[in-house]
């Protein structure tokens, strides 16, 4: 079953004067529980294709399916339920609140979908702790090392039990021991069945993914499973 | 799972500003409400005073001076002079009895001698009921002359509290005998002090009145200086005045349209005119508060612009998250609020304490208060005021808010 279906999809930067394509007919399709790197150079259109997946923007043109839904011509609000529902973001500087604790910071995509406060806070104990920091709920993102911020990041992004996890550079602000961790909980979610799609100039982490979908200039240039 | 709930704990969750923002930004409201509310009760406080000495002269009152005709009428040219006198005022009484009353007034001035003091007192002969139309009310231990001395005569006078201080020094006037004209008249009472806004001959408390029947015995005048009218319903006045006209004209020979036969200053009028300038002076002073409170409100709505500007990578996050535009954009409002709100709320303290420390100051004796007032806080002013922090308060939140929820979260969450 493919989770992700994208069907020659174009984003065009219309700035005034210059129009700039960023993708020019990208062709993709992930499967559910597959683990997936998209690799290439700056300037290949990486980061535009991750916030089109993410359902951050949505293409100027093609077809998307997110989950076997259609995200085209939906209103911003339908967007923000999509990408609560079906996306779990992991970022490269991690992107936590940083005024509040671990704890209320994984519960917020449970809050924005709706869930009462004691099953939120429940789980996103729960979650902390499968993913080390049972014992640092309460402290803040700026009380914590880059690896745990980013262990916290990753707790966020299963809250919702997403149909993607959609990782940006997962690694790239991280020194390479805590890299190394936060590539094996990417493992073992995967092992656990889980789809992920991780954009990385990372070579070690690109070869820990079962398949690696090269991009550059705007199309897929070369897609093949490791 | 509502809204109120996300809002809330959206709400309750989110950065503060730097306490040092906070506080002038909150200090700016405060000193705008402090600015609105002043302004405001100094106006109603002077809207208070001028209603109150304006009605210090009479109410209702029309003051009547037979002149001169400026139209021809049935064969008389004009030019001719109109002269009523003592005998006509129960004339109009009987004639027009809706009227709530009728007084004749002579004026003369007089030499007034006590002791070693001679003062030249302008002496008014009046009615009995002169008094209570024209708010002659005698201070404790006195009073004001009656029918009994109108009909016998009476030597009897009551004097103006200023030109009662002005013959008798520190003495009580009452019961002393005041030499009028080289006659003796007897005090019977002196006037409460009071602060007129119009007066005409000179003010209240600088002439004297005697019944108007010794008036005429002992100074021989018959003709009436001036009518006055009082009338029940202020609406009625203008009608009043026109059957009183026409009543009078083809008695004394002029055309009962001729306005400048009996030049009329009809008090009702006079009081709407006020009324008018009165309100035109607390728009004119709220509208400065208001403006200086705006000032105040921008000052929110900077703030509010700048922590936008701050958090748009928190906004961006929550975006990417799922929070929809209502949740990123009410919790702002509502900040934008929290501020105006205490601003105002303390603004509404202090300019509280002020009005109710300026309630210590003695009006009565100081010369300009007693025409300013004091200003006075009414509840009208403080719905005004709350409803125009209310809305700074919600636009000074709501332009920010609108800027946060058009933050574009991919543009925001990948570089630092």
């Known amino acids: ?226 | 799972m509502s809204d109120f709930h996300i809002v809330y704990t959206l709400f309750a969750s989110s950065a503060r500003l730097q306490r040092k923002r906070a506080y002038l930004t909150i200090a700016a409201i405060a000193w705008g409400t402090v600015a609105i509310l002043m302004l405001l009760a100094f106006g109603e406080g002077l809207r208070r005073q001028l209603e109150k000495n304006r009605r210090s002269t009479g109410e209702n009152l029309a003051i009547i001076w037979p002149s001169e005709t400026s139209k021809p009428y049935k064969g008389l040219p004009a030019g001719r002079a109109i002269r009523p006198r003592v005998a006509d005022v129960d004339f109009i009484r009987e004639r027009l009895p809706e009227l709530a009353a009728v007084h004749g007034e002579i004026q003369t001035w007089r030499p007034a001698v006590y002791g070693r003091t001679t003062k030249n007192l302008r002496v008014i002969g009046a009615n009995w009921s002169y008094g209570e139309s024209r708010k002659h009310y005698p201070q404790a231990g006195g009073r004001f002359f009656n029918a009994e001395d109108e009909q016998q005569r009476r030597r009897v006078i009551f004097l103006g509290d200023e030109i009662a201080k002005d013959l008798f020094h520190d003495e009580e006037p009452v019961g002393k005998t005041l030499l009028v004209n080289n006659s003796p008249y007897l005090v019977i009472g002196v006037m409460q002090h009071k602060t007129q806004m119009g007066m005409y001959g000179g003010p209240d408390s600088n002439h004297a009145v005697i019944p108007i029947t010794t008036f005429r015995a002992q100074f021989g005048r018959e003709q009436l200086n001036e009518l006055v009218i009082e009338v029940k319903d202020p609406a009625s006045m203008k009608s009043e005045l026109r059957k009183l006209n026409e009543l009078l004209g083809p008695k004394f020979g002029y055309d009962p349209t001729d306005d400048r036969a009996m030049p009329t200053w009809d008090f009702v009028k006079g009081a709407e005119m006020n009324k008018k300038i009165l309100l035109g002076i607390q728009l004119f002073l709220g509208i400065v508060g208001a403006l200086t409170l705006i000032i105040g409100g921008v000052g929110v709505a900077n703030i509010m612009y700048a922590v936008v500007k701050e958090r748009t990578r928190e906004i961006g996050v929550k975006m990417a998250l799922g929070a929809k535009r209502r949740w990123i954009i009410i919790p702002f409002v509502a900040e934008g609020m929290l501020y105006t709100l205490i601003g105002g709320a303390l603004g509404i303290i202090i300019a509280t304490l002020i009005v109710a420390a300026c309630s210590f100051i003695p009006v009565e004796s100081n010369k300009v208060l007693a025409f300013l007032g004091r200003p006075t806080l009414s509840p009208m002013i403080g719905v005004a005021t709350s409803a125009i922090l209310g809305i700074i308060g919600l636009l000074a939140g709501y332009f920010p808010a609108r800027r946060a929820a058009s933050v574009d979260p991919a543009a925001t969450l990948r570089y630092e």
């Not at chain 1, 700035?15 to 559910?32: N, R």
């Not at chain 1, 609140?97 to 519960?107: A, D, Q, T, Y």
């Not at chain 1, 690896?147 to 916290?152: E, H, T, W």
Request: hydrophobic share 40%; charged share 25%.
């Open chain 1, 1 to 226: 079953m493919n989770i992700i279906e994208m069907r020659n999809i174009r984003k065009t930067y219309d700035t005034g004067k210059v129009k700039v394509e960023a993708l020019k007919g990208v062709d993709l399709e992930i499967k559910k529980g597959q683990m997936v790197a998209i690799v290439g150079p700056s300037g290949s259109g990486k980061s535009t294709l991750m916030n089109l997946l993410g359902c951050l923007d949505t293409p100027t043109d093609g077809h998307y399916q997110l989950g076997g839904e259609n995200v085209a011509g939906v209103t911003r609000d339908q967007l923000a339920e999509i990408r609560n529902r079906r996306v779990g973001f992991v970022f490269q500087n991690f992107n936590l609140l940083p005024h509040i604790s671990s704890l209320e910071n994984v519960e917020l995509p449970m809050l924005f979908g709706g869930m009462p406060v004691r099953e939120r806070r429940e789980r996103a104990t729960e979650l902390l702790t499968r993913v080390g920091l049972g014992e640092r709920t309460e402290h803040k993102p700026t009380e914590l090392s880059g690896g745990q911020m980013q262990r916290v990041a990753i707790a966020r992004a299963l809250a919702m039990e997403p149909d993607i996890i959609l990782a940006d550079e997962p690694t790239g602000n991280l020194d390479t021991s805590s890299g190394s961790d936060i590539m094996s909980i990417f493992t073992d979610l995967w092992k656990q069945g889980r789809t992920l799609v991780i954009i990385t100039h990372d070579p070690a982490l690109a070869s820990r993914a079962s398949r690696v979908v090269e991009i550059r200039d705007g199309v897929v240039v070369r897609d093949h499973n490791n």
